[in-house]
């Protein structure tokens, strides 16, 4: 069953993680002050 993520902060840590969780084939979205991040 996939999840609906939201991922704040798109940092080494939070990066890693969306993508993780995105290729296990959960819907993953990803937000970050820093517009050059997303």
């Known amino acids: ?8 902060g798109t ?3 939070g990066l890693t993680t969306g ?4 290729h296990l084939g959960h819907k993953v979205v990803g ?3 820093d517009p050059q991040k997303i």
């Open 31 to 33: 937000a970050d002050i």
């Open 11 to 13: 940092g080494y840590v």
């Open 19 to 22: 993508a993780c969780l995105a």
């Open 1 to 8: 069953m996939a999840l609906k993520i939201a991922v704040v």
